[in-house]
């Protein structure tokens, strides 16, 4: 079974509860695929970046595993967070210990792309139908960016 970051990017709030309620529809009784940590944030216009608790608690909890945090930790950097409890401090150092397992282009491309005002829907997956999630996150606007972890 493959694991898989998946990082979609959307111009407004709504477009990305949209997919996440879509995406979250795929996730199967039998695990074949599995979101296992999923987190919505959306960047001020200090660039600072807010996790949407409210939006992410009611689709997979409030933990965030290691790889979101992480790459939420390389976006925002140290300072950069400033909402979510489990995101916090705890971001900044997943980013450091997961930093070199992370592709740099992507998370560039993702920093560039995260303006003010938008919203990106973070999710950790367990062998995704990837067609499908493409086919989704480019049907409510976003841009869609994936890394294969091999952890």
């Known amino acids: 079974m493959s694991q898989m970051l998946i990082v979609a990017t ?14 979250n529809n795929f996730v199967t009784d039998d695990g074949s695929f599995k979101i296992e940590s999923g987190v919505m944030v959306q960047k001020s216009a200090d660039g600072k970046l807010a996790v949407l608790d409210e939006y992410t608690g009611p689709y997979w909890g409030t933990a965030i595993g290691a790889v979101t945090g992480g790459l939420i930790g390389l976006i925002a950097g140290p300072l950069g967070v400033v909402a979510g409890a489990a995101a916090g401090a705890g971001a900044a150092l997943a980013g450091r210990a997961i930093e070199h397992g992370l592709d740099k282009k992507m998370t560039a491309s993702i920093e560039g ?6 919203v990106a829907l973070i999710l950790e997956t367990k062998s995704p139908p990837e067609t499908e999630v493409d086919e989704v996150v480019r049907g409510y606007g976003g841009k ?3 890394q294969r972890l091999s952890w």
């Open 144 to 146: 869609i960016f994936t």
């Open 10 to 23: 959307f111009d407004n709030l709504d477009a990305a509860q949209r997919c996440a309620r879509d995406l």
């Open 113 to 118: 792309e995260l303006l003010p005002g938008n």
